[in-house]
């Protein structure tokens, strides 16, 4: 089955514990919620053993508590498996939807779950620092880079897709010749860097640009 089917089935499994999903071929085939844990329960195990051990060297012991928010955050038996790995009740670990954002205006059309709690904290923080971009023109193409650093031509060649290495001449083949009834081997010269411009004067890969550049 594609993407879009498997991630129907996957919900509907688990919020119906169980569920008809029919493969490539056809076939209809009814999948329990227990068989689909005992199948993904070594990489959900595996995947709350990681997440422990990051938890535990970042924060230098366990936590008192931890609350899951995101989509992967109901993968099934996930919750529970990280609460033993932290030694933590069960009730310890608990996952939050969009209730706990506080500073949050909620009004009945905004999706509840834990999975928009992600693009929600990516506007928020999004309004609270904007990203700014500039717009520079590149061989008469505009393109837009966002300015998370101080930019250079080098960001503004790789973001046009242009391959830098490509702009440097290979060196030239090697000619040979006769002098004086002898062979003699001219080696080929070196390749060049490209010439490159910026508002009319010459530059290099580091040097910075600025919007409207």
Do not use: W
Request: glycine share 8%.
């Amino acid at each position: 089955m594609d993407f879009n089917q498997a991630e129907y089935f996957k919900k509907d499994i688990t919020l119906n514990k169980k569920a008809t999903v029919v493969d490539i071929l056809g076939f209809e085939q009814e999948i329990l919620y227990e068989d689909l844990v005992e199948q993904v329960l070594p990489a959900v195990d595996s995947l709350a053993s990681s997440i422990a051990e990051e938890i535990i060297a970042l924060n230098g012991t366990a936590p008192k508590a931890v609350m899951l928010v995101g989509g992967g955050s109901q993968t099934p038996e996930f919750a529970k498996r990280l609460a033993i790995k932290l030694k933590l009740p069960v009730n310890r670990v608990a996952i939050r939807g969009v209730d706990a954002i506080q500073l949050l205006s909620k009004n009945e059309n905004l999706p509840i779950g834990p999975e928009f709690i992600t693009p929600i904290g990516i506007a928020i923080a999004a309004k609270q620092n904007p990203v700014h971009y500039i717009s520079v023109t590149i061989n008469d193409r505009m393109i837009r880079l966002f300015e998370m650093k101080e930019l250079t031509i080098a960001d503004c060649l790789l973001a046009a897709g242009i391959n830098i290495k490509k702009l440097y001449g290979r060196p030239g083949m090697a000619s040979i010749v006769s002098y004086n009834g002898k062979q003699v081997t001219l080696p080929g010269s070196f390749g060049t860097a490209p010439k490159i411009v910026l508002n009319d004067h010459d530059a290099s890969l580091e040097d910075t640009v600025e919007n409207g550049g």
